[in-house]
Nanobody, 128 residues
């Protein structure tokens, strides 16, 4: 059974930083796509960043230059370093994992639907 556990969320002031972690267990392949997503109250879940097993990554425009996604394959752990946080970054953050072909999906709306394994989320709150 695939299990994803996020940690590292919290409350910070604007301009602050947080580092999210997502530990994955039970996934039967070392070649997989991983991603961070977020959902604010009253809004749809959106992709923040994804990363393939080759290290290739992509980011939503609103976080480029502020967030960095990375993974430690030996530890089966995904990270999201978030710098210069802003109130609009306030959301529940989720990690997800699926096959590498999901990372190759260029349509973001389709890509989020193709992730089949999700964590429970960690809350990030940024005050002004």
């Amino acid at each position: 059974q695939v299990r994803l556990v996020e940690s590292g969320g919290g409350s910070v002031q604007a301009g602050g930083s947080l580092r999210l972690s997502c530990e994955i267990s039970g996934y039967g392949s070392s070649n997989y796509c991983m991603g961070w997503f977020r959902q604010a109250p009253g809004k749809e879940r959106e992709e923040v960043a994804v990363i393939g097993s080759d290290g290739g990554s992509s980011y939503v425009d609103s976080v480029k230059g502020r967030f960095t996604i990375s993974r430690d394959n030996a530890k089966n752990t995904l990270y999201l370093q978030m710098n210069d946080l802003q109130p609009e970054d306030t959301a529940m953050y989720y990690c997800a994992v699926d096959s590498m072909w999901v990372c190759m999906t260029t349509d973001l709306a389709l890509r989020i639907m193709r992730f089949g394994h999700w964590g429970q989320g960690t809350q990030v709150t940024v005050s002004s």
